[in-house]
């Protein structure tokens, strides 16, 4: 499984951005996708899950009302809606798959917030 995220970027603050995660390979395998955020000088942290059958969702706290994860399985294609962002959201993006227990990596987009 090969996944390439896209749509990060420099952004003010109160403005939103859409992320995307192109998934490709075996991607009938995948039972989950996650976006995954790492500030600089901070650990990897989650920010959102949806598995790609049932479209179930789950978000860290932190992230709850103003980011929104979604997929598109004839595109095999996850996305990240996020607003009212700010600098604190400043980030590299990453997003993974999960497939028979074990978790395939993009490379990351950053996103860069202004004040």
């Known amino acids: 499984v090969q996944l390439v995220e896209s749509g990060g970027g420099l952004v003010q603050a109160g403005g939103s951005l859409r992320l995307s995660c192109a998934a490709s390979?075996?991607?009938?395998?995948?039972?989950?996708l996650g976006w995954y955020r790492q500030a600089p000088g901070k650990q990897r942290e989650l920010v959102a899950t949806i598995t790609v059958g049932s479209g179930v969702t789950y978000y860290a706290d932190s992230m709850k009302g103003r980011f929104t994860v979604s997929r598109d399985n004839t595109k095999n294609t996850m996305y990240l809606q996020m607003n009212s962002l700010t600098p604190e959201d400043t980030a590299v993006y990453y997003c993974n798959a999960l497939v028979r227990g074990y978790y395939y990596w993009g490379q990351g987009t950053q996103v860069t917030v202004s004040s």
């Open positions: 390979g075996s991607t009938f395998s995948i039972y989950e």
